[in-house]
Each structure stands twice: as structure tokens, then as C-alpha cells.
Nanobody, 119 residues
Framework: QVQVVESGGDLVQPGGSLRLSCTASGRFFRINAMGWYRQAPGKQRELVASMTHGGSTNYADSLKGRFAISRDNAKNTVYLQMNSLKPEDTAVYYC?????????????WGQGTQVTVSS
């Protein structure tokens, strides 16, 4: 059983910063890619950023420069530093982990953490 748990969501004023964390736990060989997605009300879930086990990153073009993803492989944890937040960043942020077992890989989602940007 693998669990993916996010934390760090909060209410923040425009221009503020937040750091989200996501940790995967359970029995597995390793975690391949870990990433962050978000879903605003009435919109589809979209990629925010992802990072491979080796450190390669992929960002949504519109978020480059404001958001930064990092991870600690030893802790099976990925972080999302969000700066200069805007009201349109308001969404539920979901963590995704591509987990490798001995004979397969499987994708897992966290339950989401709410980020609200408002004055």
C-alpha cells in the first residue's frame, strides 16, 4: 500500500508565498517522477511541475519563474515553492507519484491541498 500525502496549503494574500510538501510512503523500489498538478473550480486538472528521480524538471510555461519544484529522494518527498502568488493560482493542488515496484510501476495521487490566494 502506497500513500501520497500533501501538506502546506493555506490562505495567502496576493504577492505572498507558500511551500507545499508531498511525501510518499509504503513499500516500493523507488519513486520515478513526482509532480504537482492543480485544479481550479470548473476547470480541468493541469500540470504545475514535475521532476524525475534524476532531477529533470518540467514546468507549465505560465508558471516558470514563480514556482519551483524540488525533491528529496531519500525522504520520498517533493516540494513546490510558490512565489508572487496571484488569485488565479487558487486551486486544489494535487501531488502525483509514479512508483516503481519490483515488477511494475503504478501511479498514485494524493488527496489534494487547498491553496487560496485572496485579500
Amino acid at each position: 500500500q502506497v500513500q501520497v500525502v500533501e501538506s502546506g496549503g493555506d490562505l495567502v494574500q496576493p504577492g505572498g508565498s507558500l511551500r507545499l510538501s508531498c511525501t510518499a510512503s509504503g513499500r516500493f523500489f523507488r519513486i520515478n517522477a513526482m509532480g504537482w498538478y492543480r485544479q481550479a473550480p470548473g476547470k480541468q486538472r493541469e500540470l504545475v511541475a514535475s521532476m524525475t528521480h534524476g532531477g529533470s524538471t518540467n514546468y507549465a510555461d505560465s508558471l516558470k519563474g514563480r514556482f519551483a519544484i524540488s525533491r528529496d529522494n531519500a525522504k520520498n518527498t517533493v516540494y513546490l515553492q510558490m512565489n508572487s502568488l496571484k488569485p488565479e493560482d487558487t486551486a486544489v493542488y494535487y501531488c502525483n507519484a509514479d512508483v516503481a515496484f519490483y515488477n511494475k510501476t503504478q501511479n498514485y495521487w494524493g488527496q489534494g491541498t487547498q491553496v487560496t490566494v485572496s485579500s
